[in-house]
Nanobody, 128 residues
Framework: QVQLVESGGGLVQAGGSLRLSCAAS?????????????MGWFRQAPGKEREFVAA????????YYADSMKGRLTISRDNAKTMVYLQMNSLKPEDTAVYYC????????????????WGQGTQVTVSS
């Protein structure tokens, strides 16, 4: 339904930074349609449940962050480019996971079952 493509993951030392990008693909790759979706990021480590990381409202006016990462993240979006970004700073080994971009029609919910579309994921590995 909703097609997203993430990039920017990689290997970084503890304390380092990464910027993840999420590009809308095909179906929502228009300003009008993309702007109807709240956008966010989830992550999933091996053997663990997928968990909420950050989200941003349709207009970009409101942002939301997981308590465990608050203060280390900045989510942003550029509706004109149909792009979403996640700047991650002061990374810790426990941040190691696959990070997924997600789109939700209307207002954002932290429940992954409410997600309308997922990206393929990008691996973030933080070494100690």
């Amino acid at each position: 339904q909703v097609q997203l493509v993430e990039s920017g993951g990689g290997l970084v030392q503890a304390g380092g930074s990464l910027r993840l990008s999420c590009a809308a693909s095909v179906r929502i790759a228009s300003v009008r349609i993309f702007s109807t979706y709240a956008m966010g990021w989830f992550r999933q480590a091996p053997g663990k449940e997928r968990e909420f990381v950050a989200a941003i409202s349709r207009s970009g006016g409101s942002t939301y962050y997981a308590d465990s990462m608050k203060g280390r993240l900045t989510i942003s979006r550029d509706n004109a480019k149909t792009m979403v970004y996640l700047q991650m700073n002061s990374l810790k080994p426990e941040d190691t996971a696959v990070y997924y971009c997600a789109a939700q029609g209307g207002a954002w919910s932290n429940d992954p079952s409410r997600v309308d579309g997922w990206g393929q994921g990008t691996q973030v590995t933080v070494s100690s």
